[in-house]
């Protein structure tokens, strides 16, 4: 069970506040530093992975890979704790949103802006790739995005010191399926070029908005990433320059050798399509023509580690050693069901699978007799193409390959040749389109449409998904042409339970009943009793796929947000002004009409300044040209908000000259000025009330507080 640290300190000087991230191994929490006044945030080591030296290792080589990193586009590293009861890491507190969540919010990232990030990735990478450390996780959910544009790469859990020794499977392919490059979905040994494919991944995704292979299946997607070619991005988004293709498709090369093989040199030609657009790239890879081969997973020879080296690293290499006996069993189970999965399916369709024989297809017609047949649509897969033929009837299979009665294995691809002829059609550009488009096209090249509408959750409602005969294929003139058209609306779906004003307890076993998962649990500001439910998505009442996760947000006990009213003494000193900014909790305060920085008047007025905010624990300060006049503390569980612990220190003002200057005009010159403790003595010593000010301490131009005694001196020689 995960401990709370909320509300706790760490060590005497963490304040923990609040949970802003949970993670496989570690929470993070949102704290103040009390003694640098600063917030941080704090990873911790959850609880049931204290006594699991392996978890413990990678949480320390964590915090030994960042230590060594300081770069602007990476998150710092203030403080680490490693001692047997409670290992954390104390970071920089960023506000900000992951990249993963703004391309969902963009759908399509800009491709100037994509660059502009993508430039900063690889800057953080090319540091990182200095010291010696690889990424190995490098995705948009692990990249936060700052208002002002500014990329924060994080999570360095599974970086490692780059070595020359040979990973395996379990240990490599930890981090997400859809970004890992071919040689970590392997196992084989994982470089700074690794990093390079994953950026190359996380581009491919900001210029197009989807990920370059996608499946249900995390196993599939692994497959994907080792045998298939992505679409190339410009067929998803014309919009795309052809440089920016080129240099995405390269980073995606499945050959490491074939990909940048270096940040720098990937950031070289970024810079050169920054200065031309226009520019188009002259790469060369090498291309394997031969097919294919299905490889047996019993043939594939075991991989053996590289001979180990000396190196001035001995207590991380003997911590490996220790650990490597543990590897195969912890990861194979947190993070290489993949492998288990693949090898399996490996075994079983590569060794076990019975071989068929292929049916003689010659002669047949493809449209009416082969596609959609369950019989043949089961054990193979078809590849046609169109020939122009004057005597067989157009659809009908003029030859095919293999020939029949050929063994093969289920699932193999038959190619067969198609007739067409003058009075047959080619049926294309139909899928993508909408139902009145799609039908319209097809009349006008003489067929005859019938529309029925199918569920898909993968199409866009009400756009063509499907064709009968299949795009591609040729159509006699008047026959009929049937067009599927997506529908978002389920007629399996299940009726979501309504769990609004429910304990978070009753709610789940309510959401589960249904036949639903409880998906994130977020926590809010209510008045409502800790843990009730005040919001629910989907909606209660509405329809979903029995399955689908039901996210809520519950009440953390806690008020919403309330308002304190602070009142502030501005300096006295006419014709004089400054700049004053209001922090709480040292981030800059803007809301409900308060806007800082602002220009004030040494008025010597009192200012009311109205803050908002939540929780009981919270500081502000109120500072003037950078120097504090003020500060306190708010505790907003009250209403109104409770202010307490109020310090002010007066601010330093200049001394203005005054030497010269007759008793009278000199004493009205200092309080304008803001200052109220003057004393007057002639050259004797004696208190005086006229004469010529011949000397002043403090001297002109000098700060000192208004309350700091300003002595003149004064002489009544009027000359003769």
């Known amino acids: 069970m995960m401990e709370n640290y909320c509300g706790k300190r760490l060590d005497g000087r963490y304040e923990i506040r609040e949970i802003i991230g949970v993670g496989g191994m570690a929470v993070v929490y949102k704290a103040y530093d009390n003694i640098d006044d600063r917030i941080v945030a704090i990873k911790i080591l959850k609880e049931e992975f204290l006594a699991n030296e392996e978890f413990r290792r990678r949480f320390k080589n964590e915090a030994k890979a960042i230590a060594v990193l300081s770069h602007p586009n990476i998150v710092k590293v203030y403080d680490v704790s490693f001692g047997d009861r409670l290992q954390y890491i104390v970071m920089e507190y960023i506000e900000g949103i992951t990249l993963k969540e703004y391309i969902e919010q963009q759908t399509c990232v800009n491709w100037k802006e994509a660059v502009h990030f993508v430039v900063q990735i690889l800057k953080a990478l090319q540091h990182a790739h200095d010291k010696g450390i690889v990424h190995r996780d490098i995705k948009p959910q692990n990249i936060i995005l700052l208002q002002d544009g500014t990329i924060k790469v994080s999570d360095f859990g599974i970086a490692r010191f780059s070595r020359g020794d040979t990973r395996t499977m379990t240990e490599s392919a930890i981090g997400s399926v859809h970004y890992i490059s071919p040689e970590q979905a392997r196992g084989e040994i994982t470089d700074d070029k690794s990093d390079l494919y994953s950026v190359g991944v996380v581009m491919y995704e900001m210029l197009t908005g989807q990920l370059p292979f996608q499946s249900d299946s995390a196993v599939s997607v692994a497959i994907m990433q080792l045998q298939q070619e992505a679409k190339r991005p410009r067929e998803i988004n014309p919009e795309i320059p052809l440089g920016l293709e080129q240099i995405t498709m390269r980073a995606m090369q499945k050959n490491p050798r074939d990909r940048y093989q270096s940040a720098s040199e990937m950031l070289m030609d970024l810079d050169e399509f920054r200065k031309n657009p226009s520019i188009k790239f002259d790469y060369h890879y090498f291309v394997d023509r031969e097919p294919t081969k299905f490889v047996e997973s019993g043939r594939i020879p075991p991989v053996k580690a590289a001979p180990s080296q000396k190196n001035d690293e001995p207590e991380e290499e003997e911590e490996e050693k220790a650990t490597s006996k543990t590897m195969p069993i912890l990861f194979g189970v947190i993070a290489g069901l993949i492998v288990i999965v693949a090898v399996f399916v490996g075994v079983v369709l590569g060794r076990n699978a019975k071989k068929i024989e292929v049916p003689d297809f010659v002669g047949m017609n493809y449209n009416d007799e082969i596609f959609g047949n369950a019989l043949y649509s089961e054990n193979f897969v078809f590849e046609t193409t169109s020939v122009y033929s004057s005597d067989a009837e157009p659809g009908v299979v003029l030859t095919q390959n293999p020939e029949k009665k050929t063994k093969v294995r289920k699932g193999k691809t038959i190619k067969l040749e198609i007739a067409y002829n003058d009075d047959s059609v080619l049926i294309s550009g139909i899928i993508g389109l909408t139902a009145d488009e799609a039908e319209a096209k097809l009349k006008k090249s003489g067929f005859t449409v019938k529309v029925i509408t199918q569920y898909d959750k993968n199409a866009k409602e009400g756009f063509v998904f499907d064709t009968y005969p299949v795009e591609g294929s040729y159509g006699e003139k008047g026959s009929l042409v049937t067009l599927y058209v997506a529908t978002n609306t389920n007629p399996d779906a299940t009726e979501v339970p309504r769990v609004v004003g429910y304990s978070r307890d009753i709610a789940k076993k309510l959401i589960e009943s249904a036949g639903f998962k409880l998906g994130n649990v977020t926590e809010a500001n209510s008045d409502k009793e800790k843990g009730v439910v005040l919001s629910q998505s989907p909606e209660g009442g509405s329809t979903a796929d029995a399955g689908a996760s039901v996210s809520l947000v519950v009440s953390n006990g806690i008020p919403e947000a309330t308002t304190a009213t602070i009142k502030v003494t501005l300096p006295k000193s006419s014709g004089t002004s400054g700049v004053m900014k209001v922090y709480l909790n040292s981030t800059l305060y803007n809301g409900d009409g308060e806007q800082f920085p602002r220009e004030v008047s040494f008025s010597g007025e009192t200012m009311t300044i109205t803050l908002k905010g939540t929780g009981a624990d919270n500081t502000y300060q109120v500072v003037i040209d950078d120097q504090e006049i003020q500060r306190g503390k708010i505790d907003f569980t009250k209403s109104p908000a409770l202010v307490s612990g109020e310090k002010t220190t007066p601010y330093p003002i200049a001394v203005p000259n005054v030497t010269g200057m007759p ?58």
């Open 663 to 720: 008793y009278s005009e000199a004493m009205t010159k200092l309080e304008t000025s803001g200052f109220t403790n003057v004393t007057v003595v002639d050259e004797n010593g004696r208190k005086a009330t006229s004469g010529t000010v011949v000397l002043q301490s403090p001297s002109h131009n000098e700060r000192v507080a208004p309350d700091t005694q300003i002595k003149l001196t004064v002489s009544t020689d009027t000359g003769a």
